[in-house]
């Protein structure tokens, strides 16, 4: 294994585990929870991707339905689908879930893990100039990306465990699982679109996913603010 390949695979990765893992200032989540949904994350890249292969077998179709077809199906739903069907149960019964922002953290280190397995595959299986250009396209595209899905499921995950209204938690249920479907399937369409002009148009897509998450995360990392230091104060009164 070429060291200089394996460091631009895992050293963006690195970086999204420490920004995320800086984001939990008050209440912080056991180093080793966040490493068990990491692992959890690169096991289920492993089925991810037979299955992603499995479903390219049944592509029978062109042109744009065939973008349609390996964007929403085989990446979006898959991908997405597969990590809320195991990220949903194991997180809800996760013991140090007692707040917000920990959807979101447990929700970006399980991402981050199926991304680490998945960078290597991509860049593993390039020749070596080809490599270095897959890595840092997806170091600095595709990664974030999945940081940018993760935090949309976490964010209605938490909404989800939080909320008291069964209405309501069935709804935001639904969301957590199909909106990061549709959030992927809609970037890896405009990766694939063929044309000059998809570029600006992925440019504007990736800034506005950054602005809407970034507020999901800040929204979330105020409460935790507010909840730690109201608490404080309760124990002081006391």
Same mark, same amino acid.
């Given at each position: 294994?070429?060291?200089?390949?394996?460091?631009?695979?895992?050293? @963006?990765?690195?970086?999204?585990?420490?920004?995320?893992?800086?984001?939990?200032?008050?209440?912080?989540?056991?180093?080793?929870?966040?490493?068990?949904?990491?692992?959890?994350?690169?096991?289920?890249?492993?089925?991810?991707?037979?299955?992603?292969?499995?479903?390219?077998?049944?592509?029978?179709?062109?042109?744009?339905?065939?973008?349609?077809?390996?964007?929403?199906?085989?990446?979006?739903?898959?991908?997405?689908?597969?990590?809320?069907?195991?990220?949903?149960?194991?997180?809800?019964?996760?013991?140090?879930?007692?707040?917000?922002?920990?959807?979101?953290?447990?929700?970006?280190?399980?991402?981050?893990?199926?991304?680490?397995?998945?960078?290597?595959?991509?860049?593993?299986?390039?020749?070596?100039?080809?490599?270095?250009?897959?890595?840092?396209?997806?170091?600095?595209?595709?990664? @974030?990306?999945?940081?940018?899905?993760?935090?949309?499921?976490?964010?209605?995950?938490?909404?989800?465990?939080?909320?008291?209204?069964?209405?309501?938690?069935?709804?935001?249920?639904?969301?957590?699982?199909?909106? @990061?479907?549709?959030?992927?399937?809609?970037?890896?369409?405009?990766?694939?679109?063929?044309?000059?002009?998809?570029?600006?148009?992925?440019?504007?897509?990736?800034?506005?996913?950054?602005?809407?998450?970034?507020?999901?995360?800040?929204?979330?990392?105020?409460?935790?603010?507010?909840?730690?230091?109201?608490?404080?104060?309760?124990?002081?009164?006391?």
């Amino acid at each position: 294994m070429k060291l200089d390949l394996f460091l631009l695979a895992i050293v @963006p990765i690195l970086i999204g585990m420490f920004w995320i893992r800086s984001k939990d200032r008050y209440c912080r989540e056991p180093l080793i929870h966040l490493i068990k949904f990491f692992l959890i994350g690169a096991f289920l890249s492993v089925i991810i991707i037979l299955l992603e292969n499995l479903l390219m077998k049944f592509n029978v179709f062109e042109g744009y339905s065939e973008l349609i077809y390996v964007s929403f199906v085989v990446a979006g739903l898959v991908e997405e689908g597969v990590k809320a069907l195991i990220l949903i149960p194991a997180l809800i019964k996760e013991k140090h879930f007692t707040e917000k922002l920990d959807g979101i953290i447990y929700s970006v280190f399980l991402a981050l893990g199926f991304a680490t397995i998945e960078n290597m595959v991509y860049i593993f299986s390039e020749s070596r100039n080809l490599a270095l250009q897959v890595g840092i396209n997806r170091a600095v595209i595709s990664i @974030p990306a999945h940081v940018m899905f993760a935090i949309t499921m976490g964010y209605y995950i938490s909404k989800y465990k939080f909320e008291g209204n069964k209405n309501k938690r069935r709804e935001y249920l639904f969301m957590a699982v199909l909106i @990061p479907i549709l959030l992927h399937g809609v970037f890896d369409f405009i990766l694939m679109i063929e044309y000059r002009w998809a570029i600006i148009l992925l440019i504007v897509y990736v800034i506005i996913l950054w602005k809407i998450n970034l507020d999901k995360l800040e929204k979330y990392m105020n409460h935790s603010k507010k909840v730690f230091f109201g608490n404080l104060r309760k124990k002081k009164k006391k």
